[in-house]
């Protein structure tokens, strides 16, 4: 376990050599990342992945405002810190893409080079189509505290299997999120940060500084959640080099394509 801003956090650390950061989303852990670990490791990369807060077996903090996002870049820089590293390379996937993208745009000295996997830059996003409004339901069903817990749970997880839409690791996720105190803190972290409002594109407020770090945007043809405009119109947000990649599969391309995506990031980070 390591502290870092004030929580204590489940880390994995391997390898050696050129640092990567490898940071989850909903509803996995750092598990996800298990088929990427020992091939970045293998080619000279020290591996960090950790259980984000109100995952895994990192801290759970209570209240809905812990779990926005100005906090969570402070994890991910003050887990950096625990481990004595200055600057990294940055791999998000669905939250943690969102994490990515703020952590190159505010800290950019902590970050070498980006790759965001299924979550565009925030602000990016031009107004919601149809389509983006059919796969983000379930960030309204998830903002009702208490109604969402008993929902999602009802009858074996069956609402909830039906939106993963068959994911390799769907037991999995029932199996994490069921244990006490598991599922509030992972639906916290809409609640904190996609209010309704957020369904119609964010207007006004500071725009965020431009990414200088290069960049890797993938985005996947099965996702059932995010739209691909959202994933190549971050180009605009990036002031360094941007790489757009689309990939065959589901959401979770860690573990529909693992090679496809293995390759991709030994390329970039390489």
């Not at 509803?27 to 990427?36: E, H, V, Y």
């Not at 105190?181 to 916290?188: D, I, V, Y």
């Not at 409002?197 to 006004?204: D, H, K, V």
Request: zero cysteines; glycine letters at 10%; proline letters at 5%.
């Amino acid at each position: 376990m390591i502290e870092a801003n004030g929580l204590q956090f489940y880390v994995r650390d391997e390898g050696s050599g050129t640092p990567v950061i490898l940071l989850h989303g909903f509803p996995d852990t750092g598990d996800l990342w298990r088929k990427q670990v020992p091939a970045l490791v293998q080619q000279g990369f020290r591996a960090i992945v950790p259980d984000m807060r109100g995952r895994g077996r990192s801290s759970k903090p209570d209240a809905v405002s812990d779990y926005r996002l100005s906090s969570i870049v402070r994890d991910v820089t003050g887990i950096l810190d625990a481990v004595r590293i200055e600057r990294a390379h940055v791999v998000g996937h669905d939250w943690g893409a969102g994490v990515a993208w703020l952590v190159a745009a505010l800290a950019p000295e902590r970050v070498d080079r980006l790759v965001a996997i299924s979550v565009g830059a925030p602000g990016a996003a031009a107004r919601p189509t149809l389509e983006a409004f059919q796969k983000g339901w379930y960030r309204l069903l998830f903002l009702f505290e208490g109604v969402a817990e008993e929902l999602i749970q009802r009858d074996d997880w069956y609402l909830f299997r039906m939106f993963l839409g068959g994911a390799l690791d769907t037991d999995a996720y029932v199996k994490t999120l069921s244990e006490p105190g598991a599922l509030t803190p992972a639906l916290n972290w809409y609640r904190a940060n996609l209010p309704v409002q957020a369904l119609f594109g964010r207007t006004g407020g500071p725009q965020l500084p431009m990414v200088k770090a290069d960049t890797l945007g993938i985005w996947s043809t099965g996702d059932l959640y995010l739209t691909e405009d959202a994933m190549t119109r971050s180009e605009q947000r990036v002031q360094g080099r941007w790489r757009y990649e689309r990939l065959e599969g589901s959401h979770w391309v860690q573990l529909d394509q693992p090679d496809r995506l293995n390759g991709l990031l030994l390329e970039f980070l390489t």
